[in-house]
């Protein structure tokens, strides 16, 4: 196994340079085992690694630590030493929601991938809105957005084709396709997205059939899959952490637990990109400040009153909106906490005058 075959390029190279001189080697993490993580090496050889106090204070938050797919720097222990991670090399691409809850953290759920491809089915899974959130943090990683509508065979074919239509209508550059895992159908879809070095993710709620996909391309029945309750339609998780598998056929696969909340990571940039369709409305308002309301010539509310424009969508765009907004006063709110933070420790080191001379010579270098 060479390192092409890990996802390693030119650019990863060139930002690697550096790091040669000092004896370090190139490695993927395959796994996050929260105290440590597992690391793979040129030849396919597998260690258990530490990450070192530089890289964890330099992190300006927990989404900049190393995570499943990065590529970091190794220093290799010794027979009674630790192998530590000493840098972590840029994200080419990079999928993550905001942590669930009212955290202002983002959660990164796979690092240099190429392919995002979703789960769900035509049944009590389908949420056009929420594949809109999708959608939305895939164009913000830039990766590529593949959906498959799956567990065909146990809904009709119009019911199908007809999700398959409306996804298709959210996003025009996704390919949408109608699979059955459990048939075994629709899984060369995937492999016409795998190649030697190229990464994808797979994600989607639990019980889709994520864990069957995944069985199917490494081969054999790697994740433990499980029945879905007949009532809620629902199954639970067969899939406990992320982890990154290199597939016998060519290319790497990162499995993620199933989600069930598809919270916003994201700017008003990446919303504008999104709903061109509504912006593209909005801009023939009669008055710039609209607030589309009752406001007299807008032209948002004669769309939605003609049809033109679904009620479900543009509100699914305003809901969207003000979670990017509170989202954006939360980060704001905890950098100045942060900041705070960093002030008051800077006072407590410079308690007596000695200290505080010295602190004054770093602060203001140009009054000494």
Same mark, same amino acid.
């Given at each position: 196994m060479t390192l092409e075959?890990?996802?390693?390029?030119?650019?990863?190279a060139a930002e690697f340079k550096p790091f040669i001189k000092k004896g370090w080697v190139p490695a993927r993490l395959i796994r996050d085992n929260k105290i440590s993580y597992g690391a793979l090496l040129e030849g396919a050889e597998e260690l258990e690694v530490i990450m070192s106090g530089k890289v964890y204070h330099?992190?300006?938050?927990?989404?900049?630590?190393? /995570? *499943?797919?990065?590529?970091?720097?190794? =220093? @290799?222990?010794? %027979? &009674?030493?630790?192998?530590?991670?000493?840098?972590?090399?840029?994200?080419?691409?990079?999928?993550?929601?905001?942590?669930?809850?009212?955290?202002?953290?983002?959660?990164?759920?796979?690092?240099?991938?190429?392919v995002v491809v979703v789960v769900t089915d035509a049944g009590s899974d389908f949420n056009p809105r929420r594949m809109e959130r999708y959608f939305m943090l895939i164009?913000?990683?830039?990766?590529? /957005? *593949?959906?498959?509508?799956?567990?065909? =065979? @146990?809904?009709? %074919? &119009?019911?199908?084709?007809?999700?398959?239509?409306?996804?298709?209508?959210?996003k025009e550059q996704a390919d949408v396709y109608i699979t059955s895992a459990a048939k075994n159908e629709g899984l060369e879809v995937l492999k016409q997205y795998l190649a030697p070095g190229v990464s994808i993710t797979i994600v989607g709620s639990s019980g889709v059939g994520k864990s069957t996909l995944v069985n199917q391309l490494l081969g054999d029945e790697w994740q433990w899959t499980n029945e879905v309750n007949e009532l809620t339609g629902k199954g639970r998780h067969?899939?406990?952490?992320?982890?990154?598998?290199?597939?016998?056929?060519?290319?790497?696969?990162?499995?993620?637990?199933?989600?069930?909340?598809v919270q916003m990571w994201t700017d008003e940039a990446t919303l504008r990109e999104s709903f061109t369709d509504v912006d593209e409305i909005a801009a023939q308002c009669k008055f710039h400040d609209c607030k589309h309301g009752?406001?007299?010539?807008?032209?948002?509310?004669?769309?939605?009153?003609?049809?033109?424009?679904?009620?479900?969508r543009y509100e699914s765009y305003l809901k969207l909106e003000d979670e990017i907004a509170e989202l954006k006063k939360r980060c704001e709110k905890r950098k100045m906490n942060v900041?705070?933070?960093?002030?008051?420790?800077?006072?407590?080191?410079?308690r007596n005058h000695a200290d505080r001379i010295d602190h004054d010579r770093r602060q203001k270098p140009e009054r000494y």
């Open positions: 075959d890990l996802g390693w390029n030119e650019a990863f330099d992190a300006e938050s927990d989404a900049e630590l190393p /995570a *499943v797919g990065d590529w970091v720097a190794l =220093d @290799l222990g010794g %027979d &009674d030493e630790d192998t530590v991670i000493r840098a972590r090399l840029s994200r080419q691409t990079c999928f993550s929601r905001k942590l669930p809850g009212k955290s202002s953290e983002e959660q990164v759920m796979a690092a240099n991938v190429s164009e913000r990683s830039k990766a590529k /957005a *593949v959906v498959l509508v799956n567990k065909s =065979d @146990l809904f009709p %074919d &119009d019911l199908n084709q007809s999700a398959k239509e409306e996804i298709e209508a959210l067969t899939t406990t952490a992320r982890e990154l598998l290199v597939l016998n056929e060519g290319g790497i696969l990162i499995d993620n637990p199933g989600i069930r909340e009752t406001d007299k010539g807008c032209a948002i509310h004669a769309a939605v009153e003609s049809g033109e424009l679904p009620v479900e900041d705070r933070r960093a002030k008051r420790d800077h006072k407590v080191k410079a």
